[in-house]
T-cell receptor
Framework: NAGVTQTPKFRVLKTGQSMTLLCAQDMNHEYMYWYRQDPGMGLRLIHY???????AKGEVPDGYNVSRLKKQNFLLGLESAAPSQTSVYFC?????????????FGPGTRLLVL | DQQVKQNSPSLSVQEGRISILNCDYTNSMFDYFLWYKKYPAEGPTFLISISSIKDKNEDGRFTVFLNKSAKHLSLHIVPSQPGDSAVYFC????????????FGTGTRLKVLA
């Protein structure tokens, strides 16, 4: 079991460029999440999905879009990157557990926007 | 507004002693709490959780205490080991909510050999 994997591990973008971060999980989890981690801010939820074909906004969704076309994949898109989106991005997944989900995290993607 | 706060950015403890990491929350609707551990260049990994119907949960060397009246939880690690050196995040949620966890800012624990 690979668990949760993220692609790429590191990326440098110029302001205005677009990119897609890929998250894949092989645990058959229903729920998937995208977080960003910034110094002094902890982990903040960007978007999440409770099943294939569904997505919802988290705390900090502006500037990002997501898609969950397949149960095992959750894509995070940046249409026009800004320096404020420089961060470490973590994907997570979980089974439904009535609000007591244990989330399994990927290793993260470090993004630098110049 | 930071609903979950970890006021100590860092903590150093001698190997074999107790490590106590603290977390405060402001939203009285939170009823489920977790601790995650994170090593550099890795994603967070689940450590231990507690529901608001309990005030203590133990798992080996790790114990989480919940004081609902004070809106405070703490993680005790006894005895501390060098391999425990990591960043620890607490997180809180409402089980009647919408699958969202609110994370604290983390405490970096260093266990000195």
């Amino acid at each position: 079991n690979a668990g949760v994997t993220q692609t790429p591990k590191f990326r440098v973008l110029k302001t205005g460029q677009s990119m897609t971060l890929l998250c894949a999980q092989d645990m058959n989890h229903e729920y998937m999440y995208w977080y960003r981690q910034d110094p002094g801010m902890g982990l903040r939820l960007i978007h999440y999905s409770v099943g294939e074909g569904t997505t919802a906004k988290g705390e900090v969704p502006d500037g990002y879009n997501v898609s969950r076309l397949k149960k095992q994949n959750f894509l995070l898109g940046l249409e026009s990157a800004a320096p404020s989106q420089t961060s470490v991005y973590f994907c997570a997944s979980s089974f439904p557990a009535g609000g007591q989900e244990t989330q399994y995290f990927g290793p993260g993607t470090r993004l630098l926007v110049l | 507004d930071q609903q979950v706060k970890q006021n100590s950015p860092s903590l150093s403890v001698q190997e074999g002693r107790i490590s106590i990491l603290n977390c405060d929350y402001t939203n009285s609707m939170f009823d489920y709490f977790l601790w995650y551990k994170k090593y550099p260049a890795e994603g967070p990994t689940f450590l231990i959780s507690i529901s608001s119907i309990k005030d203590k949960n133990e798992d080996g060397r790790f114990t989480v205490f919940l004081n609902k009246s004070a809106k405070h939880l703490s993680l005790h690690i006894v005895p501390s080991q060098p391999g425990d050196s990591a960043v620890y995040f607490c997180a809180a949620s409402r089980t009647s909510g919408t699958y969202k966890y609110i994370f604290g800012t983390g405490t970096r624990l260093k266990v000195l050999a």
